[in-house]
């Protein structure tokens, strides 16, 4: 494996990007890449599993804190806190050292676990989900930027494309693994299964991770916010970037929230066999995700995305075809035709929105990225809902605000509505990055 040189005491900045701050002491020492990648990995993949983990176990909580409809805030102020402290942090990292933030998520994120697990309180859950939150925003936040300056250029994608993978693991395994865990143990087990593991991903970091800090001349040369906003923002490829993807994860949102009930209501299976049946978007993008990363490698990143684009709105024309009569194997394969398209779309636009940032602001740019995954949850959520019930509302001619049994069709008019309204959103990102491959392509 290619090594990294991480050095400490006195030393020069950073050499070349793809290559973490190689460092001029006596007492060098290696870092392996694929050792960094794997612990940044394992620490996304518990931060993303936990902004939907909760969801399956809300009823649950609900009735043994004895709690109402403020149950929400168990899940939401959880994305809220971490929405809210990614991009500063990223500025953190950029000045303070991209691993030492890190690792202080690291921390944060398992005392947060442990706290959400001893919570016997409502408010006291919710508090230890904002400091849940606030650990995962210091990790996701530095995430983007430590893998970019272990991995040089023509290896980023395939980086890039695990990463994706496993943020897309981590979101989509949420329900089926949260439904497991509740049917076995009490609902804490879901917040206390996190505190191993971050003690051991911890442990692993102070081996793996070169615990380096910017010099004083990185320091001052780091960019201000002001002017890191300004550079990254000002950049259209950078723009673009962060707004295709924005899309894309609008899209992921609003399928993990709209699956569910037509799994449950319009179709009539268990929650055991729905979960299983989302199984179905996390095993392709395991699959599809690295596949795609490598290939951008040798190709490039243009043409990933936009072939990525294209299946993807395919796959949701797909899905709106399913109707309440649908098999199986039908349902499985068009879940899974959507998924592929995303998959395929987000490791070359992960390479291709952090080689747009300016060198100096990397952690900055991968806090936007991170931004961009979990404003687009959200918002598609609040979209796909609004669309949803708006739709069924106005078929039924009356307020719906719930799926309603025995009349499968007002939902399925809405379900269909909500998918074609996704497909054309999902439409302005292929236009916009077909024009930008165009117009690159012209310049050559």
Same mark, same amino acid.
């Given at each position: 494996?290619?090594?990294?040189?991480?050095?400490?005491?006195?030393?020069?900045?950073?050499?070349?990007?793809?290559?973490?701050?190689?460092?001029?002491?006596?007492?060098? @020492?290696?870092?392996?890449?694929?050792?960094?990648?794997?612990?940044?990995?394992?620490?996304?993949?518990?931060?993303?599993?936990?902004?939907? #983990?909760?969801?399956?176990?809300?009823?649950?909580?609900?009735?043994?804190?004895?709690?109402?409809? &403020?149950?929400?805030? %168990?899940?939401?102020?959880?994305? #809220?806190?971490?929405?809210?402290?990614?991009?500063?942090?990223?500025?953190?990292?950029?000045?303070?050292?991209?691993?030492?933030? *890190?690792?202080?998520?690291?921390?944060?994120?398992?005392?947060?676990?442990?706290?959400?697990?001893?919570?016997?309180?409502?408010?006291?859950?919710?508090?230890?989900?904002?400091?849940?939150?606030?650990?995962?925003?210091?990790?996701?936040?530095?995430?983007?930027?430590?893998?970019?300056?272990?991995?040089?250029?023509?290896?980023? !994608?395939?980086?890039?494309?695990?990463?994706?993978?496993?943020?897309?693991?981590?979101?989509?395994?949420?329900?089926?693994?949260?439904?497991?865990?509740?049917?076995?143990?009490?609902?804490?087990?879901? *917040?206390?299964?996190?505190?191993?593991?971050? %003690?051991?991903?911890?442990?692993?970091?102070?081996?793996?991770?070169?615990?380096?800090?910017?010099?004083?001349?990185?320091?001052?040369?780091?960019?201000?916010?002001?002017?890191?906003?300004?550079l990254c923002l000002g950049n259209p490829a950078f723009r673009l970037n962060f707004l295709t993807m924005l899309i894309v994860f609008i899209g992921i949102g609003a399928s993990e929230f709209i699956l569910p009930f037509y799994f449950q209501d319009a179709r009539?299976?268990?929650?055991?066999?729905?979960?299983?049946?989302?199984?179905?978007?996390?095993?392709?993008?395991?699959?599809?995700?690295?596949?795609?990363?490598? %290939?951008?490698?040798?190709?490039?990143?243009?043409?990933?995305? #936009?072939?990525?684009?294209? #299946?993807?709105?395919?796959?949701?024309?797909?899905?709106?075809?399913?109707?309440?009569?649908?098999?199986?194997? &039908?349902?499985?394969?068009?879940?899974?035709?959507?998924?592929?398209?995303?998959?395929?779309?987000?490791?070359?636009?992960?390479?291709?929105?952090?080689?747009?940032?300016?060198?100096?602001?990397?952690?900055?740019?991968?806090?936007?990225?991170?931004?961009? @995954?979990?404003?687009?949850?959200?918002?598609?959520?609040?979209?796909?809902?609004?669309?949803?019930?708006?739709?069924?509302?106005?078929?039924?001619?009356?307020?719906?605000?719930?799926? &309603?049994?025995?009349?499968?069709?007002?939902?399925?008019?809405?379900?269909?509505?909500?998918?074609?309204?996704?497909?054309?959103?999902? !439409?302005?990102?292929?236009?916009?990055?077909? %024009?930008?491959?165009?117009?690159? @392509?012209?310049?050559?």
């Amino acid at each position: 494996m290619e090594p990294v040189v991480a050095h400490h005491n006195r030393f020069h900045p950073f050499c070349v990007k793809g290559h973490i701050m190689e460092r001029q002491t006596a007492s060098g @020492r290696t870092y392996s890449k694929w050792a960094i990648l794997i612990t940044v990995l394992t620490m996304t993949f518990m931060v993303c599993l936990d902004s939907s #983990i909760v969801t399956v176990a809300l009823p649950v909580i609900q009735k043994q804190l004895g709690a109402g409809d &403020e149950i929400q805030w %168990v899940s939401s102020v959880y994305l #809220i806190a971490t929405c809210l402290a990614l991009i500063p942090f990223g500025r953190l990292g950029d000045r303070r050292g991209k691993v030492h933030v *890190f690792q202080a998520g690291v921390i944060g994120f398992t005392a947060g676990s442990l706290l959400c697990g001893l919570a016997q309180t409502l408010p006291a859950l919710i508090a230890a989900r904002i400091v849940q939150g606030i650990g995962g925003a210091l990790a996701m936040a530095n995430n983007m930027g430590i893998i970019t300056e272990a991995f040089p250029a023509r290896e980023r !994608g395939r980086a890039m494309g695990l990463l994706s993978t496993f943020v897309a693991l981590g979101m989509m395994a949420g329900p089926v693994l949260g439904g497991i865990v509740v049917s076995a143990w009490p609902w804490e087990w879901i *917040f206390l299964i996190n505190v191993p593991v971050g %003690v051991l991903s911890f442990l692993v970091g102070l081996r793996t991770l070169p615990h380096v800090r910017p010099d004083r001349s990185a320091r001052e040369g780091a960019l201000g916010f002001a002017e890191a906003a300004r550079l990254c923002l000002g950049n259209p490829a950078f723009r673009l970037n962060f707004l295709t993807m924005l899309i894309v994860f609008i899209g992921i949102g609003a399928s993990e929230f709209i699956l569910p009930f037509y799994f449950q209501d319009a179709r009539g299976f268990s929650a055991d066999v729905s979960g299983l049946l989302f199984l179905a978007l996390p095993a392709v993008n395991a699959v599809a995700g690295p596949i795609s990363g490598a %290939v951008s490698d040798r190709v490039g990143g243009e043409f990933p995305t #936009i072939a990525g684009l294209v #299946i993807y709105i395919l796959g949701l024309l797909t899905v709106s075809g399913l109707g309440a009569a649908s098999s199986i194997p &039908e349902i499985v394969t068009a879940v899974g035709f959507m998924s592929l398209g995303s998959a395929i779309f987000q490791s070359p636009n992960n390479a291709l929105f952090m080689a747009s940032a300016p060198e100096r602001a990397l952690g900055f740019a991968g806090s936007l990225g991170s931004l961009a @995954r979990y404003a687009g949850l959200a918002l598609g959520i609040s979209i796909c809902s609004a669309m949803l019930y708006g739709r069924m509302s106005a078929v039924a001619g009356r307020v719906v605000t719930t799926v &309603e049994p025995g009349v499968p069709e007002i939902f399925m008019n809405g379900f269909r509505f909500s998918f074609h309204m996704l497909a054309g959103l999902a !439409g302005v990102a292929l236009v916009l990055t077909a %024009v930008r491959w165009a117009r690159k @392509r012209a310049r050559r």
